[in-house]
């Protein structure tokens, strides 16, 4: 009965907590964009993806999006992961 409680209790933090999160995720791999997109929104995340460097440079530099964390892949087609992570900490 204490773990149903716990359960609930956990599930309506889970909820509340995440909802106003929002996560890019940079993956040249679709079927690792489905998995981890998947996995996070299931906590309730809000989940933005790009397949690009690029494109998730672009995402960052709108002003209308407020994005809070990145996930990247490291080796991706048009940018190495850390000079994508030099680019964003000069935006």
Known sequence: MNSDRA???LATHTES??????????DFDPICLRVASGMLRALT???????R??????MIRDKDLWI?????????????????LDEIKRI
């Open 68 to 84: 809070d964390m990145v996930l990247m892949e490291l080796h991706m087609p048009d940018m190495y992961g850390l000079d994508l």
């Open 45 to 51: 995340y809000e989940v933005l993806t790009a397949r």
């Open 53 to 58: 460097a690029m494109e998730a440079l672009e």
């Open 7 to 9: 359960s609930s209790s």
């Open 17 to 26: 907590c995440y909802r106003d999160i929002c996560i890019l995720i940079v």
